[in-house]
């Protein structure tokens, strides 16, 4: 059976105290509530990495990061890398996130040296993909996701496929209050499983994690975390409050 994930991109916020008062505040609830067989990842700023991680030790949670620089090392100046965020005991990292994608001007080419380099170093990627609205409305978002899956991932073994997590966040609904409907992420998630059966075949298709991300909240993750092939979530505002979060966390019918 698939797990059910739910990950939180925290982004570009917090400083180091709210970051650590948040993860407590996190650790609180989900020891209070219980978080059933979910697993949940939090991903933090960088420079937060290990300080999370240690309090996710603790508290049964993952912890990742929201990105790594394409190359191996050398003179990058201001980048991390994966060997650097594997080496802190950092189990997962985000990428091809449409932020990365619109204002870092990530490629899938790019994105696809990424996940290699994350599997090199033992980090389980979150590959993110999803049409822009403009897309959608052409009926082209089926396409687009298509060759964004196909670009960065499809070369990979099926021994290394089989480690990834994948993320459907149609774009127009990252951030922006207005959500895919259950039916909607339902259809591309079906969409996408679809395509891993076609290239790894059924058992590795029906293994694969799917999460939906755009505007995922407290009030509409357990309708959208019932459709089949919603494994689960990748929140972003809704994962900067504690009472949200594992809110969302809890969300998948017993
Ligand atoms: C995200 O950044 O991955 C995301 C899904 O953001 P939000 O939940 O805020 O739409």
Redesign the pocket.
């Known amino acids: 059976m698939r797990s059910k994930i739910v990950a939180g991109?925290w982004?570009m916020n917090t400083t180091f105290q709210e970051a650590e008062d948040l993860l407590y505040e996190i650790a609180d609830l989900m020891n209070e509530r219980g978080k059933g067989d979910t697993t949940v990842i939090i991903c933090p700023p960088s420079p937060f990495l290990e300080m999370a991680s240690d309090i996710g030790v603790e508290n049964d949670f993952f912890v990742g990061a929201q990105n790594v620089n394409d190359h191996e090392s050398g003179a990058y100046t201001g980048e991390v890398s994966a060997a650097m965020i594997g080496s802190m005991g950092i189990t997962h990292v985000?990428l091809g996130?449409?932020?990365r994608r619109t204002y870092f001007g990530e490629t899938d080419t790019i994105i696809k040296s990424k996940v290699a380099l994350a599997l090199k170093h033992e980090l389980v990627p979150i590959y993110?993909c999803g049409e822009v609205l403009a897309e959608r409305e052409k009926s082209n978002h089926f396409e687009v996701v298509r060759n964004q899956v196909n670009e960065a991932l499809f070369s990979l073994t099926k021994e290394d496929f089989s480690k990834i997590i994948i993320?459907y966040?149609p774009v127009w609904?990252?951030?922006?209050?207005v959500?895919a409907t259950p039916a909607q992420a339902q259809e591309m998630h079906a969409f996408i499983r679809g395509l891993v059966a076609d290239k790894y075949g059924e058992t590795v298709a029906a293994e694969t994690v799917i999460l939906y991300?755009?505007?995922?909240?407290a009030k509409n993750a357990a309708e959208l975390f019932s459709q089949p092939d919603v494994d689960g979530?990748?929140?972003?505002?809704?994962?900067l409050k504690a009472e949200d979060f594992v809110t969302i966390l809890n969300s998948f019918k017993k």
């Open positions: 991109n982004k985000i996130h449409s932020e993110c993320a966040e609904a990252i951030g922006t209050g959500t991300g755009g505007s995922c909240n979530g990748l929140i972003g505002g809704a994962s």
